[in-house]
């Protein structure tokens, strides 16, 4: 009954909340019955280093079962997988490695040991893998598939367009093969021209979710760190290029502007006094909460919106922007965050808070101070977002609310990141979140830039309590917006 429901509900994390204390009370399970249980976990789980800090622990678990597939691993080959698959997502690569170089050359011993060299980064010997799981069996796809989708992370271009070639040469209507293929021969044209292939379009339109992923590596924060576009952004980096840096700054702005940026100017002028005059106001004022909030970032001097908080513990703040200093990669700061929230625990709250208006000083490596504080604010976010489960009165509900609806700013981003993701993460939720963007979206100021509203527009697309007349609507608006 468990893995029928699993089956069923493929994308609800049933065998994560059930699965743990399931293989570990019956011990009489039949070892096919077994191997369809720990086959089924190996699919619901993400891989290692995408993991959360409670999905590790509990597919740690699960997979320490591997164990009882041992005595039927030299006669089952799907067993061979299945155990080489566990002990890969278990971050136990090394281990995985050692125990496929015993098995039989076969597909199912070579898939094995290409998946393991491909998460160690032996990118060569898994490519070498992979040709060898083709030649054991030329009729099986995914051994094409999979190392194509390896050398486009690579940036293998060539590689990767001649396998979707052989891909598309027996199954012509595959989707992401044809998708990957377009994007290669776009890369291979250096992106030009600058238009995304009309063909990834209309298969992402098509439902094909390997599409939809070359498409989100393209936007801020879902593929690349995300680089502020407001007025007063482009002011301040002309201001940096400047021989000598001013030591006085004074701006008129036709419209009122994240808060962050003087955020972003407190790094990137440092001593210099920034004074700020608005020639405009939207209605509704975006520097008024969108309704109340228990957590505010922001308090009002004159015109202008402050930090509420004291600059945070430099303890604290230095495990974050180690994260944030990490080479962008959503899905795997997601995770990093995870630990490090399940470290720092929720006492930590009010220095997170703060962290987020109070960012360091930017590492050498990374020098913009405007990027470096929506990086900062992405990685305090996501730790935010950790402090607890559950979901109505939880902690991460307060404040990741608190921040989407308060005064409309860069963190308002880094909010909305957050809370698409959690809508991803458990379907069960996202109803609730997409009344929370619907709200936002209703405040949005009547006329002027709407820093969010791009980033707003493709979170909400992804939450998946869409209706289909509410995606095309979103995505004709995404369109519509730059």
């Given at each position: ?186 890369q291979q044209a250096g992106c030009e021209p600058p238009e995304v292939p009309e063909l990834i379009q209309q298969m992402v339109a098509q439902g094909d979710e390997y599409s939809r992923k070359l498409l989100l590596n393209l936007l801020p924060y ?162 935010l977002a950790h402090l607890d489960d559950g979901w109505e009165g939880s902690l991460r509900r307060r404040v990741l609310y608190s921040l989407l609806l308060g005064p409309r700013d860069w963190t308002t981003e880094s909010a909305i990141i957050a ?64």
């Open positions: 009954m468990m893995l029928s429901i699993a089956h069923a509900k493929w994308d609800q994390p049933y065998l994560e909340a059930w699965g743990r204390e399931w293989l570990s009370q019956d011990e009489d399970l039949s070892q096919d019955i077994l191997l369809s249980a720990l086959s089924a976990v190996l699919v619901n789980f993400p891989e290692f280093e995408l993991m959360t800090y409670r999905q590790r622990l509990n597919f740690q678990a699960m997979a320490s079962h591997h164990v009882r597939l041992l005595p039927m691993i030299d006669e089952h080959p799907a067993a061979q997988m299945v155990v080489c698959g566990l002990l890969r997502k278990a971050g136990r690569v090394d281990e995985g490695l050692v125990l496929a170089e015993n098995f039989s050359p076969s597909w199912h011993a070579w898939m094995a040991r290409a998946l393991l060299l491909r998460q160690a980064g032996r990118v060569d010997e898994a490519a070498q893998a992979f040709a060898n799981a083709r030649a054991a069996d030329p009729s099986d796809l995914s051994a094409y598939g999979q190392a194509a989708e390896m050398l486009v992370d690579c940036g293998r271009w060539s590689e990767a367009y001649q396998l979707c070639q052989q891909i598309i040469s027996r199954e012509p209507l595959h989707a992401a093969s044809r998708s990957m293929l377009a994007w290669c021969r776009w879902w593929g690349r760190a995300a680089e502020p576009r407001d007025a007063l952004a482009n002011l301040l980096r002309k201001a940096m290029g400047r021989a000598e840096p001013p030591v006085e700054f004074k701006v008129e702005l036709t419209d009122v502007e994240a808060p962050s940026n003087l955020v972003a100017a407190r790094l990137a002028l440092p001593g210099c006094q920034v004074q700020l005059r608005y020639l405009h106001v939207s209605t509704p004022d975006p520097r008024e909460p969108v309704e109340a909030c228990e957590f505010s970032l922001w308090r009002r001097e004159g015109e202008i919106l402050v930090p509420a908080f004291d600059p945070p513990d430099p303890a604290i703040q230095e495990k974050v922007e180690q994260l944030a200093a990490q080479p962008y990669n959503l899905r795997r700061w997601w995770a990093q965050a995870s630990q490090l929230a399940a470290e720092l625990g929720s006492d930590a709250l009010s220095q997170l808070l703060a962290s987020l208006t109070w960012p360091g000083r930017p590492p050498a490596a990374l020098p913009d101070p405007l990027a470096w504080t929506t990086r900062s604010q992405t990685a305090t976010t996501f730790v809370l698409s993701l959690i809508g991803q993460n458990e379907p069960v939720l996202s109803w609730d979140i997409h009344q929370a963007f619907r709200k936002l979206d209703a405040a949005k100021a009547k006329d002027g830039f709407v820093c969010y509203e791009k980033v707003l527009i493709e979170g909400w697309q992804q939450l998946p309590c869409l209706h289909p007349t509410e995606s095309a609507h979103l995505a004709r608006r995404s369109s519509e917006v730059e």
